[in-house]
Nanobody, 127 residues
């Protein structure tokens, strides 16, 4: 059974940076696209970014393009989210997730395409 554990969240001022990490264990991490999602208070969980199993291809929601970078290290079973120029609207609980079996598509990534989730890590950006 795959387990995902996020870390690296915290409180930062607007314009600051954070790096989130997601450590995987017990499953097919290296063969799966991975993603990051976030959920702000009172809002639905939303797709943030995803990366192919090889790390060659990435996908971002428009609001984070140019500020966030997703990467992975298959040797360490880790996926990362580098967040720069953080804004108060980035405040949320951030979740790491594994894409389900099958070809990756942007549509599926944004509509139920992930089947394993971590417990989340809180990111708070103050103005």
């Amino acid at each position: 059974q795959l387990q995902l554990v996020e870390s690296g969240g915290g409180m930062v001022q607007a314009g600051g940076s954070l790096r989130l990490s997601c450590q995987a264990s017990g499953g097919t991490f290296a063969r799966s696209p991975m993603g990051w999602f976030r959920q702000a208070p009172g809002k639905e969980r939303e797709f943030v970014a995803a990366i192919s199993w090889s790390g060659d291809t990435s996908d971002y929601t428009d609001s984070v393009k140019g500020r966030f970078t997703i990467s992975r290290d298959n040797a360490k079973d880790c996926v990362y989210l580098w967040m720069n120029d953080l804004k108060p609207e980035d405040t949320a609980v951030y979740y790491c997730a594994k894409y389900r079996a099958g070809p990756y598509s942007s549509y599926s990534a944004r509509n139920g395409g992930f089947d394993y989730w971590g417990q989340g890590t809180q990111v708070t950006v103050s103005s």
